[in-house]
T-cell receptor, first 112, second 115 residues
Framework: QKEVEQDPGPLSVPEGAIVSLNCTYS??????FMWYRQYSRKGPELLMY????GNKEDGRFTAQVDKSSKYISLFIRDSQPSDSATYLC????????????FGKGTTLSVSS | DSGVTQTPKHLITATGQRVTLRCSPR?????VYWYQQSLDQGLQFLIQ???????AKGNILERFSAQQFPDLHSELNLSSLELGDSALYFC??????????????FGPGTRLTVL
């Protein structure tokens, strides 16, 4: 079983839709959870950062972490064509020398 | 623009060859990370340097090596290249070097094609 699982999609939605992106993980030591957005032929950029369980909201984006289920989500409200990108979840256990573990990414396409 | 620069943008080479990828971190960032991104493996952490010293190692092959120089730029050396090494190689930088709490800023990547 991979440490981090993420459905690659592609996910196609109309403009204005609510988008739900998800990752599951197996390592219960993970405490730090991030979502990165990667446009085609560009490097990933950090979108959201969450520590432990709970919700975090930033504009149209909401990140949720459910550590009991080992499940994290990113919700995008009022999706826009400019949201079309690949979304990568990433997580870390914050032990010395450990690295961020990334999901393979979900490709999202928002049509106008 | 993240402020992280990588050269070259594209590299085409043959199996068995050796290449060097270069990264300049954002101004003020002390830590540099190298990642490999391929379709089947996704984004994989290779190695991290902090202020010239190796801090963490991921799935980096023995044929690959890296270093961070006193001016904080970093180079990733890939040798005895195989077809499977074809991928996007990203460099990222951060201020402190704590992978859990630091924001990593990614460069535009170097696309390596091994023929």
């Amino acid at each position: 079983q991979k440490e981090v699982e993420q459905d690659p999609g592609p996910l196609s939605v109309p403009e204005g839709a609510i988008v739900s992106l998800n990752c599951t993980y197996s390592n219960s030591a993970f405490q730090y959870f991030m979502w990165y957005r990667q446009y085609s032929r560009k490097g990933p950029e950090l979108l959201m950062y969450t520590y432990s369980s709970g919700n975090k909201e930033d504009g149209r984006f909401t990140a949720q972490v459910d550590k009991s289920s080992k499940y994290i989500s990113l919700f995008i409200r009022d999706s826009q064509p400019s949201d079309s990108a690949t979304y990568l979840c990433a997580m870390s256990a914050n032990q010395a020398g450990t690295a961020l573990i990334f999901g393979k990414g979900t490709t999202l396409s928002v049509s106008s | 623009d993240s402020g992280v620069t990588q050269t070259p943008k594209h590299l085409i080479t043959a199996t068995g060859q050796r290449v060097t990828l270069r990264c300049s971190p954002r101004s003020g960032d002390l830590s540099v990370y190298w990642y490999q991104q391929s379709l089947d493996q996704g984004l994989q952490f290779l190695i991290q340097y902090y202020n010239g010293e190796e801090r963490a190692k991921g799935n980096i092959l023995e044929r690959f090596s890296a270093q961070q120089f006193p001016d904080l730029h970093s180079e990733l050396n890939l040798s005895s290249l195989e077809l499977g090494d074809s991928a996007l190689y990203f460099c990222a930088s951060s201020v402190v070097g704590d992978q859990s709490t630091d924001t990593q800023y990614f460069g535009p990547g170097t696309r390596l094609t091994v023929l």
